[in-house]
C-alpha cells in the first residue's frame, strides 16, 4: 500500500510550551494539546482517503498507480454511481482498522466531475455519522488534485490541495472547530507506482484550530518532508502562535526517527513524536 503515517505532533509541542508557563494551567492546557494530535491525525486520513478514491474513479481498473491508491480495509465497502458527468463514491467504515491503528465508523462520500483530462480536478467530500476514533466529524470542503511542477519538485508531479473546515465532537461532548488548508506532494517515488518505499511527500499550509478556551494557529514555514517507509515527519518547521506567545517546532535534518525540537524564547528543548 502507498501510506504513509502523517502524525504532525504540533500539540506536543503547545503542551510543553504551556507548562513553561504556568504550571497551574498545564493540565487543561495538556488537554487541548491532546485534541489537537487527534485532529491532526484525523485530516490525514480523511485526506488519503479523498485522494485514493480519486485515483481509484481515474484508473479503477488498475489498483496501485501513479496517483498513490492504498487499499481499505477489507469490513470497508465502496458504492459508486455514475451520472453522464458526474462520479460519487460512498465509503462506509464498520468500526474498520487502518494500516496506521485509527478505527474508522461512518461514511465519506466523495465526488467529482468525469471530465479527467482538464488540467485540474476539484474533489468533493463530506460525512455522514463519520467517526474516528470514536470522535465525530462533520463538514464538506474540497481537494483539487492536479499534476503540476511546483517549486518542490520542478517535475510534474501530483498536487493536492485539501481545504480544511471541520466540526470535532469527542465522546465527552466537546466541541473543536478547525479551518485551514494543506498542501500536499508526492514529489518523489511517482514514477516508480508499484513501489510504496520510495515515496516522498512534501506538505505546505496552515490552519487553525478553536478550542473552548482559545484558539491556536499553526504555519508550516518549511515544508515537511514525509517518506513512506518512516512513520514520522523527517523534516521541516512549524510555526505556531497561541495567545500572542510563539513556539518553533522542527523536525530535523532528514534522517527517520521520533525526535523534534521546541523552541521557545531562545530555549530549545528536544521532544518526541508519535501518537
Given at each position: 500500500?502507498?501510506?504513509t503515517?502523517?502524525?504532525?505532533?504540533?500539540?506536543?509541542?503547545?503542551?510543553?510550551?504551556?507548562?513553561?508557563?504556568?504550571?497551574?494551567?498545564?493540565?487543561?492546557?495538556?488537554?487541548?494539546?491532546?485534541?489537537?494530535?487527534?485532529?491532526?491525525?484525523?485530516?490525514?486520513?480523511?485526506?488519503?482517503?479523498?485522494?485514493?478514491?480519486?485515483?481509484?474513479?481515474?484508473?479503477?481498473?488498475?489498483?496501485?498507480?501513479?496517483?498513490?491508491?492504498?487499499?481499505?480495509?477489507?469490513?470497508?465497502?465502496?458504492?459508486?454511481?455514475?451520472?453522464a458527468?458526474?462520479?460519487?463514491?460512498?465509503?462506509?467504515?464498520?468500526?474498520?482498522?487502518?494500516?496506521?491503528?485509527?478505527?474508522?465508523?461512518?461514511?465519506?462520500?466523495?465526488?467529482?466531475?468525469?471530465?479527467?483530462?482538464?488540467?485540474?480536478?476539484?474533489?468533493?467530500?463530506?460525512?455522514?455519522?463519520?467517526?474516528?476514533?470514536?470522535?465525530?466529524?462533520?463538514?464538506?470542503?474540497?481537494?483539487?488534485?492536479?499534476?503540476?511542477?511546483?517549486?518542490?519538485?520542478?517535475?510534474?508531479?501530483?498536487?493536492?490541495?485539501?481545504?480544511?473546515?471541520?466540526?470535532?465532537?469527542?465522546?465527552?461532548?466537546?466541541?473543536?472547530?478547525?479551518?485551514?488548508?494543506?498542501?500536499?506532494?508526492?514529489?518523489?517515488?511517482?514514477?516508480?507506482?508499484?513501489?510504496?518505499?520510495d515515496?516522498?511527500f512534501?506538505?505546505?499550509?496552515?490552519?487553525?484550530?478553536?478550542?473552548?478556551?482559545?484558539?491556536?494557529?499553526?504555519?508550516?514555514?518549511?515544508?515537511?518532508?514525509?517518506?513512506a517507509?518512516?512513520?514520522?515527519?523527517?523534516?521541516?518547521?512549524?510555526?505556531i502562535?497561541?495567545?500572542?506567545?510563539?513556539?518553533?517546532?522542527?523536525?530535523?535534518?532528514?534522517?527517520?526517527?521520533?525526535?523534534?525540537?521546541?523552541?521557545?524564547?531562545?530555549?530549545?528543548?528536544?521532544?518526541?513524536?508519535?501518537?
Amino acid at each position: 500500500m502507498k501510506t504513509t503515517k502523517f502524525i504532525l505532533g504540533l500539540a506536543l509541542a503547545f503542551s510543553i510550551f504551556s507548562c513553561s508557563k504556568d504550571d497551574s494551567n498545564s493540565s487543561s492546557e495538556l488537554n487541548e494539546a491532546k485534541v489537537s494530535a487527534k485532529i491532526d491525525m484525523a485530516t490525514e486520513d480523511v485526506a488519503k482517503i479523498v485522494e485514493d478514491q480519486y485515483a481509484l474513479q481515474v484508473n479503477p481498473g488498475a489498483g496501485k498507480n501513479n496517483l498513490e491508491t492504498q487499499d481499505l480495509p477489507s469490513c470497508a465497502t465502496v458504492t459508486v454511481e455514475l451520472t453522464a458527468s458526474t462520479w460519487t463514491r460512498t465509503v462506509v467504515f464498520d468500526n474498520c482498522t487502518l494500516p496506521n491503528g485509527n478505527v474508522l465508523d461512518g461514511t465519506i462520500i466523495v465526488s467529482g466531475s468525469l471530465n479527467f483530462d482538464t488540467p485540474s480536478h476539484t474533489i468533493s467530500y463530506t460525512f455522514i455519522d463519520f467517526h474516528h476514533n470514536n470522535i465525530l466529524i462533520e463538514g464538506n470542503r474540497t481537494v483539487v488534485r492536479s499534476m503540476q511542477s511546483t517549486a518542490a519538485q520542478g517535475t510534474v508531479h501530483p498536487v493536492a490541495n485539501m481545504s480544511i473546515d471541520m466540526t470535532v465532537t469527542f465522546p465527552n461532548g466537546n466541541v473543536y472547530h478547525r479551518v485551514g488548508n494543506r498542501v500536499r506532494e508526492l514529489i518523489e517515488g511517482f514514477d516508480t507506482p508499484m513501489i510504496w518505499a520510495d515515496n516522498v511527500f512534501s506538505i505546505t499550509g496552515s490552519w487553525t484550530t478553536t478550542f473552548p478556551a482559545g484558539t491556536q494557529t499553526s504555519t508550516i514555514t518549511t515544508p515537511l518532508r514525509v517518506r513512506a517507509n518512516c512513520p514520522n515527519i523527517v523534516r521541516g518547521v512549524v510555526e505556531i502562535v497561541r495567545n500572542d506567545n510563539t513556539a518553533i517546532l522542527d523536525y530535523g535534518n532528514g534522517e527517520c526517527d521520533n525526535q523534534a525540537t521546541l523552541t521557545i524564547n531562545g530555549t530549545t528543548t528536544t521532544i518526541t513524536l508519535g501518537h
